[in-house]
Antibody, heavy 119, light 107 residues
């Protein structure tokens, strides 16, 4: 079955770059979109962006200047980089497989990785 | 950006109850509306897409409806495993925003 697993640094210092990777198993990376979503402590879900297997990306405007999502299909992985982080970027970061139907649908999720921004 | 507003923010119910959660979009999104269930410390689970279509494996006690700006999620015969937070999300245009969530608690 489709499984996704995030891995990240746990702790990032303010102004540095956060990098999180998602490893995919049980699904081809060639025919889908791949998304990142985050959830601040005690908060709701925030869509960050997605990447298509062609390399086309779409980002949330509120994060666009700081976000890069990339795909490494040969490793069955995709990654999120978020630059110039502040405490407001502290969150659980989820990756999700995304299928295109009535818009992009987040049908399989990873368990999430906690990233804390603190000096 | 499209704003999604859920009501109520929290809801108390007893086992066996029928509950309704409402989601409103700030502009028309046709039927591009999805629902997710999240339990504490877990990833969201995809329940419903296109406003009313059940994802594979989701029990028929869950149902959704609506079109345009107003949508509902109904849970029939609430069981202990249904107590969770429910989120709506629009997939009409980016950024694909979520509602703030509705926490279903046991009465």
């Amino acid at each position: 079955q489709v499984q996704l697993q995030e891995s990240g640094p746990g702790l990032v210092k303010p102004s540095e770059t956060l990098s999180v990777t998602c490893t995919v198993s049980g699904a081809s990376m060639s025919h889908n979109y791949w998304s990142w979503i985050r959830q601040a402590p005690g908060g709701g879900l925030e869509w960050i962006g997605h990447i298509h297997n062609s390399g086309t990306t779409t980002y949330s405007p509120s994060l666009k200047s700081r976000v890069t999502i990339s795909l490494e299909t040969w490793r069955n992985q995709f990654s999120l980089r978020l630059s110039s982080v502040t405490a407001a970027d502290t969150a659980v970061y989820f990756c999700a497989r995304t299928v295109l139907s009535t818009g992009p649908l987040l049908d399989h999720w990873g368990q999430g990785t906690v990233v804390t921004v603190s000096s | 950006d499209i704003q999604m507003t859920q009501s109520p923010s929290s809801l108390s119910a007893s086992v066996g109850d029928r509950v309704t959660i409402t989601c409103r979009a700030s502009q028309s999104i046709a039927s591009y509306l999805n629902w997710y269930q999240q339990k504490p410390g877990k990833a969201p689970r995809f329940l419903i897409y296109a406003a009313s279509s059940l994802q594979s494996g989701v029990p028929s006690k869950f149902s959704g409806g609506g079109f345009g700006t107003d949508f509902t999620l109904i849970i029939n015969d609430v069981q202990p495993e249904d107590f969770a937070t429910y989120y709506c999300q629009q997939s009409y245009s980016p950024p694909y925003s979520f509602g703030q969530g509705t926490k279903l608690e046991m009465k």
